[in-house]
């Protein structure tokens, strides 16, 4: 088995669908449900739970922008291993249809709070903004 790259970090992401990263790279930022944080090569282990947000990564292409809502982050001093309900890089973010998400949330937010999908379009409106907000970063 090859030896791992101790400057390097193995980032793997993974939703129900599919693996969307498998990659070493340099350094990693999170949205973390206690905020976001950076992990760095021979980063100190520990699991948290992952919200709604912008991940970034620094790696042989460059930096990337993906949009991930709700999951689970496990890092070790060479790995961060991501399990997210979803993940989408900025370029397959379709912009237009997020604003189309957004709108639709915000029409049922502002009918109040007796709506039964009022904390579902909350939850909508967040990961809308989200993707529109990595969108822009292709």
Known sequence: MAEKNAEKILLEIVTPERVVVREEVDEVVLPGIEGEFGVLPWHIPFLTALKVGELVYKGPSGTQHLAVS???VEVTSHSV???????????EIDRERAEMAKAEAERILSAGVDD??????QARLEKAMIRMQVAGKK
């Open 116 to 121: 039964p999908e009022f904390e579902k379009a």
């Open 70 to 72: 709700w999951g689970y």
């Open 81 to 91: 291993k991501v399990l997210a309900e979803t993940a989408e890089k900025a370029v």
